[in-house]
């Protein structure tokens, strides 16, 4: 009959153990707001996410008052706890980037015989034109795409019919 006793005195223990870690479990489960907020607030990488109580806030937006927003919104959620880490940035210099996009793609040498023109419009490059072979779509965008301050590129290149 002894052996059965401190057995039952471990379980018991163990068995205690585990309803705080049960209790605590609830608390710390991660949800997902992001849903609930995109298209609501302009905000680059939006992500809202609720950890132990606490809403964390992170994006990029170039307007303080849009994130001040996100945080108001948050709140009319029902959240009083709320992180807000979206980044304030520098809006790019379109002008800037469509200057130095021409520039690149003017002297790279495998986009000879290219008729290409660029747009810029808060740093959504645009890329049009004729191009000599497909492998020239992929060479001007990559180009443009290492650009500071682009946050985006769309081709809209075509195949030079006289080739």
Do not use: W
């Amino acid at each position: 009959m002894k052996p059965r006793l401190p057995l039952l005195g471990a379980a018991f223990v163990a068995a205690l153990c585990l309803i705080p870690l049960s209790a605590t479990a609830d608390s710390t489960a991660v949800v997902d707001l992001t849903s609930q907020l995109t298209g609501q607030v302009d905000v680059d990488g939006l992500s809202a996410i609720e950890v132990g109580g606490i809403v964390i806030l992170r994006g990029r937006t170039t307007d303080l008052a849009i994130a001040q927003r996100a945080g108001a919104l948050t709140q009319n959620l029902g959240y009083t706890r709320i992180a807000n880490l979206i980044q304030i940035v520098t809006p790019p210099d379109d002008a800037a980037i469509a200057r130095q996009a021409e520039r690149r793609l003017a002297m790279h040498r495998a986009l000879d015989g290219c008729r290409l023109r660029v747009d810029s419009n808060k740093g959504v490059v645009t890329v049009a034109g004729k191009v000599n072979q497909e492998l020239q779509k992929d060479i001007a965008v990559d180009l443009v795409r290492q650009i500071d301050g682009v946050r985006s590129v769309r081709s809209d290149l075509s195949m030079n019919r006289s080739y």
